[in-house]
Nanobody, 120 residues
Framework: ELHLVESGGGLVQPGGSLRLSCTYT?????RSWFRQAPGKEREGVAYVQTKDGFTAYADSVKGRFTAAQDIPKKMLYLQMTGLTPEDTATYFC????????????????WGQGTQVTVSS
C-alpha cells in the first residue's frame, strides 16, 4: 500500500512555476518535502506541522516555495515559483513524527518521488 503519492512534476523553463501535490492515507505529526538531485544528498525543502499548519523552509527556497496542507482532502502541496536549474531534482513527500528539515529516522514514510526538471 502506498501511503504517500506525489504528482505534479515535469519540465519547466527557468523562472517558471509548478505545484506539487501529495495524497496521504495515514495521520502523521508532520509532513515535508525533500528533494534529491543526481549525485547529491537528500535535502529538506519544507515541512508543515499537522496540528497548526506551521511551516519552515530551507534557505535555498525561502520566498519562492510555499508548502501547505489540506487536512480534509488529505493533501500536501508545494507551490514552487521562480524555479532555477538548481531546483532540478526528484521531490519526495515525506511523513514523520518530528518536524525538521534534517533527514533522520523520524521521517518514517516516503513517497516514490516526482521529477522536476528546470531547463530551457
Amino acid at each position: 500500500e502506498l501511503h504517500l503519492v506525489e504528482s505534479g512534476g515535469g519540465l519547466v523553463q527557468p523562472g517558471g512555476s509548478l505545484r506539487l501535490s501529495c495524497t496521504y492515507t495515514r495521520s502523521s505529526s508532520c509532513r515535508s518535502w525533500f528533494r534529491q538531485a543526481p549525485g547529491k544528498e537528500r535535502e529538506g525543502v519544507a515541512y508543515v506541522q499537522t496540528k497548526d499548519g506551521f511551516t519552515a523552509y530551507a534557505d535555498s527556497v525561502k520566498g519562492r516555495f510555499t508548502a501547505a496542507q489540506d487536512i480534509p482532502k488529505k493533501m500536501l502541496y508545494l507551490q514552487m515559483t521562480g524555479l532555477t536549474p538548481e531546483d532540478t531534482a526528484t521531490y519526495f513527500c515525506v511523513a514523520g513524527s518530528l518536524c525538521s528539515l534534517l533527514n533522520g529516522i523520524w521521517w518514517d514514510t516516503w513517497g516514490q518521488g516526482t521529477q522536476v526538471t528546470v531547463s530551457s
